[in-house]
């Protein structure tokens, strides 16, 4: 599985854009780019998945270049309940059933 | 999305006793679920996939006898904590895979805080 490296903290204020990058330069032709939001005493909850270029939903943008050897988690707009700890993971297509290995993961804090 | 419960939230026990986590699909059939615990501070570590009606692969480092896992439907897999000593005292996460999921695949439990005392 590939390794990932992410910042171990960030802080931000309210209503600012925030981007953690994630590096993975090991990554697979076959592997997807996930991030997960996890507070404290919770499990993580998915926030996006991609292989390539941009994906965007409702609450995330995720950027990915061409040699997918790093992505981009961007949270528009975020506020104090944004202060959570992201994971970055790479791993087999979600079709496969992946085992999924988290890292490090980065500590957001928002602050007022 | 799709659901997954996990139950209980939080159990104190004694040093000896053993514990048992259930974690349940609630609205999809889960042929695989993962178990995870996690540290204070510290990321989740995978110990077991768990595959319905097989035996579970248990992760380098992780005691099978300490930690039974048992997954006997489509929908439910549990996790034993047997004879609990306080260093068994963690947060215990699972996750269940669906299969008919679109972009998101894997659901995960609440977590189980587990005081050993």
């Known amino acids: ?112 | 999305g799709a659901v997954v419960s996990q139950h209980p939230s939080r159990v104190i026990c004694k040093s000896g006793t053993s514990v048992k986590i259930e974690c349940r699909s609630l609205d999809f059939q889960a042929t695989t679920m993962f178990w995870y615990r996690q540290f204070p501070k510290q990321s989740l570590m995978l110990m077991a996939t768990s595959n319905e009606g097989s035996k579970a692969t248990y992760e380098q480092g992780v005691e099978k006898d300490k930690f039974l896992i048992n997954h006997a439907s489509l929908t439910l897999s549990t996790l034993t904590v047997t004879s609990a000593h306080p260093e068994d005292s963690s947060f215990y996460i699972c996750s269940a895979r669906n299969p008919k999921g679109t972009s998101e695949k894997l659901f995960f439990g609440s977590g189980t805080q587990l005081s050993v005392l």
Not at chain 1, 17 to 26: F, L, P
Not at chain 1, 84 to 101: F, R, S, T, W
């Open chain 1, 1 to 112: 599985l590939a390794k990932t490296t992410q910042p171990i903290s960030m802080d931000s204020y309210e209503g600012q854009e925030v981007n953690i990058t994630c590096s993975h330069n090991n990554i697979a032709t076959n592997d997807y780019i996930t991030w997960y939001q996890q507070f404290p005493s919770q499990g993580p909850r998915f926030i996006i998945q991609g292989y390539k270029t941009k994906v965007t939903n409702e609450v995330a943008s995720l950027f990915i270049p061409a040699d997918r050897k790093s992505s981009t988690l961007s949270l528009p707009r975020v506020s104090l309940s944004d202060t959570a700890v992201y994971y970055c993971l790479v791993g087999d297509p979600p079709e496969y059933g992946n085992k999924l290995v988290f890292g490090a993961g980065t500590i957001l804090r928002v602050k007022s």
